[in-house]
């Protein structure tokens, strides 16, 4: 029987999730279709009973849902509770299990640049949704040091005291941050400045930045955003938003279908959406 996998948002118009792992689905000829539903807060849980009730496979999440499907799945894994958010579900024998593949995907995406971690020191640019599963993936890696900055620095440092993994961090404002920024081997940008409208904008300057360092941007829209162009220009290594959004789908549907699919077709697909 064909299979069926999905993803819920709201909205959900513009995700690249279906083009992209149809596109593999059929690579790897599995009998399968990969559907997005529009799916509002309010009938979240009646969406994901339905789906449980006529077996899907498995399905994404993303915004608004990830927090909240938590309490509707019979199940979590741990760094995706303490994370506290879901972005992959595998059905497994009737029992629907949530996963965070957004962190271990960023995590993923460095691998041509990073090996170990354990003499890296990071930082991370922002203390939300996507900060928070990338920073607690990362923290299990044991960096030398990751530090996180952010405008609200408070939250920044709520989410240090939030992670269930032993770090070596410290919570900075944007100006501490840039004064000292030439410590950083690895600089993570997980704003959303950059993005529409503020694409002439940067979270920091980047006046100290190390010119060794890898710069990353989880934006990927456009896909060099102003604060890579200007690392970039400095001679910085510079990663965009792409292979974090590649790499969780790949270890997404690596949950589903037990295949590690071919990141560079994904890839090449998520390029050519963004470029029609
Ligand atoms: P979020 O939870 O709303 O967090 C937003 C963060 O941006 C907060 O740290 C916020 O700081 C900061 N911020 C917003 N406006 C700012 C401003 N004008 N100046 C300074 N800081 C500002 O959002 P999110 O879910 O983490 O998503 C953030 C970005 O990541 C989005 O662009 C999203 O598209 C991208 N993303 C990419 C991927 C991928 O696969 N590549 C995956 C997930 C998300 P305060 O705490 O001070 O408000």
């Known amino acids: 029987m064909k299979k069926l996998f999905a993803v819920l948002g709201d909205p959900i118009g513009h995700s690249m999730s279906p083009i992209m792992l149809n596109d593999v689905l059929s690579y790897y000829e599995i009998d399968a279709h990969y559907h997005p539903f529009k799916v509002s807060p309010v009938e979240l849980e009646t969406a994901i009973r339905g789906l449980k009730a006529i077996g899907i496979t498995g399905f994404n999440v993303t915004i608004p849902h990830k927090s909240a499907i938590i309490p509707f799945l019979d199940g979590v894994d741990d760094l995706a509770l303490s994370i506290g958010a879901v972005n992959t579900v595998v059905n497994d024998n009737g029992k629907l299990i949530g996963y965070n593949t957004d962190g271990y995907g960023f995590i993923k995406g460095l691998e041509p640049y990073i090996s170990s971690f354990s003499d890296k020191k990071v930082l991370v640019i922002g203390a939300g949704g996507a900060a928070r599963a990338i920073y607690f993936t990362m923290a299990k890696m044991n960096p030398l040091a990751i530090d996180i900055t952010n405008r609200t620095v408070i939250k920044a440092k709520e989410l240090i005291e939030a992670c269930p ?3 070596n961090s410290k919570a900075l404002s944007l100006d501490e941050a840039e004064v000292h920024l030439n410590e950083y081997d690895v600089v ?8 529409y409208p503020k694409i002439l904008e940067t979270p920091i300057s980047l006046r100290n930045l190390n010119t060794e360092a890898l710069v990353c941007d989880i934006v990927y829209n456009p896909l060099e955003t102003q604060f890579m162009k200007e690392a970039r220009q400095k001679g910085a290594a510079v990663q965009n938003g ?8 790949a270890l997404a549907f690596e949950k589903w279908t037990g295949i590690f699919p071919d990141v560079k077709r994904m890839r090449e697909n998520v390029l050519r959406q ?3």
Not at 188 to 195: D, E, L, S, V, Y
Not at 242 to 249: I, K, L, N, T
């Open 165 to 167: 993994f032993e770090s």
């Open 188 to 195: 993570i940008q997980t704003t959303m400045i950059g993005m």
């Open 242 to 249: 792409v292979e974090m959004f590649v790499y969780q789908g």
């Open 274 to 276: 963004l470029e029609a």
